[in-house]
């Protein structure tokens, strides 16, 4: 899986490798030794480099925060992945629906023609092994699916299109 995270002003290339279940990791082609030691909900024990490191991660749309060693960082999603090239009118959401990172589809709560309200789960992608439900901005009537559950996608990849309601 490969993520660009922007953070501070830098832009990170992180790519994470499966083998054998073990994740290799490498930030801006760097190999980093990372291992995962104990986790709980959106807390990790890690032994990072040889040292062992606490992190709390909490996801909030397209931004993560996680806070390492008493320093806290907000990540987001490089610009090149964030958008498909489509011109938004200012203050309307986006009636593209993209995937916030990488992972793995578990459900998906709605079907084509179906009128949601704001907020309405729409999708349940699972990644890092957390599972991340993806709302619907406002309120609309889903106009095309484009996953199902099994899929693995990408960070910015079509998940949904939805109709806005006027």
Known sequence: MKLR???????????VVERGGERAFSVNGRPCAVQL????????LLLVEGRLTRAHVAL????????????????TLAEEKQTRGSAEEPGKPSPEILSPMPGKILEVR???GAAVQSLA???VLEAM???????????AVIKKIHVRPGDV????????????LA
Not at 60 to 73: K, N, P, W
């Open 60 to 75: 909030d749309g397209q931004r993560i925060f996680a806070a390492l060693s008493g320093e806290t960082y907000e990540f």
């Open 129 to 139: 092994k957390m599972e991340n439900v993806i709302e619907a901005p406002a309120a």
């Open 121 to 123: 789960p729409l999708v």
């Open 110 to 112: 709605v079907c084509e």
């Open 5 to 15: 995270l922007q953070c501070r002003g830098e832009t990170f290339a992180v790519e």
């Open 153 to 164: 996608v990408d960070v910015g990849q079509l998940l949904v299109e939805l109709e806005p």
């Open 37 to 44: 030691v104990a986790a709980e909900e959106g807390a990790f």
